[in-house]
């Protein structure tokens, strides 16, 4: 379902990590892997959602590690819609 309103799917897959698990933090290699995604896409979106709050990030030796920035504007609208639209997609599947 929110495939239909945040249309990249790196983008998409980013937002439901870190706002489905708001105290998660990783560099860019652990969350490639995660979601299994191109780093270099991801690094980009990593960027852009930093730039408009959703997220921040913090340098640990030579390492940027991202996490959600929890008193982001609409965080909590955020997080509501992506926990609604997984609920709604697993009684789509059962």
């Not at 959602?49 to 390492?63: C, D, H, R, V, Y």
């Amino acid at each position: 379902m929110l495939d239909v309103f945040i249309t990249s799917r790196v983008r998409r897959k980013i937002i439901v990590v870190y706002a489905k698990y708001p105290d998660f933090k990783t560099h860019v290699r652990g969350l490639a892997k995660l979601i299994k995604e191109d780093a270099g896409n991801i690094q980009r979106e990593l960027k852009r959602l930093e730039k408009i709050g959703f997220l921040q990030s913090e340098k640990q030796a030579n390492t940027k590690i991202y996490y959600t920035n929890k008193h982001f504007v609409i965080f909590k609208e955020l997080q509501s819609i992506v926990l609604k639209s997984q609920r709604a997609t697993q009684k789509r599947q059962q």
